[in-house]
């Protein structure tokens, strides 16, 4: 059964950007041979189901049209281990800001 998500929820879509022979000629021999991708997390614009094409707005407020590929997806980058001086600089920015 296929994956159905509405309206307003968090997804990722996928889209070729450049196609392989589209790709600039400067660029090295094995990245040319492959195109170019795009993942991109936003909330959906109208009800798809995954692997349908779909519309998102992403929290920079672009709209992205590409092909329904997650739901609900999550982040997994990773930037090395929590710096435990800067954990609470949120709260003591917040902090400041209120008392202004």
Request: glycine share 8%.
């Given at each position: 059964?296929?994956q159905?998500a509405?309206k307003?929820?968090?997804v990722?879509i996928?889209?070729?950007v450049l196609?392989?022979d589209?790709?600039a000629?400067?660029?090295p021999?094995?990245?040319?041979?492959?195109p170019?991708e795009?993942?991109?997390?936003?909330?959906?614009?109208?009800?798809?189901?995954?692997?349908?094409?779909?519309?998102i707005?992403?929290p920079?407020?672009?709209?992205?049209k590409g092909?329904l590929t997650?739901?609900n997806p999550a982040?997994t980058h990773?930037?090395?281990?929590?710096?435990?001086?800067l954990?609470?600089?949120?709260?003591?920015?917040?902090?400041?800001?209120?008392?202004?």
């Open positions: 059964m296929t159905r509405t307003d929820t968090w990722e996928h889209r070729i196609e392989k589209q790709r000629p400067q660029v021999e094995d990245t040319r041979q492959v170019l795009m993942k991109v997390k936003g909330f959906l614009v109208h009800d798809a189901a995954v692997g349908e094409q779909a519309e707005i992403t920079a407020g672009r709209m992205i092909r997650g739901i982040y990773m930037y090395g281990l929590p710096i435990p001086e954990l609470p600089i949120g709260e003591e920015l917040r902090t400041i800001l209120r008392q202004r």
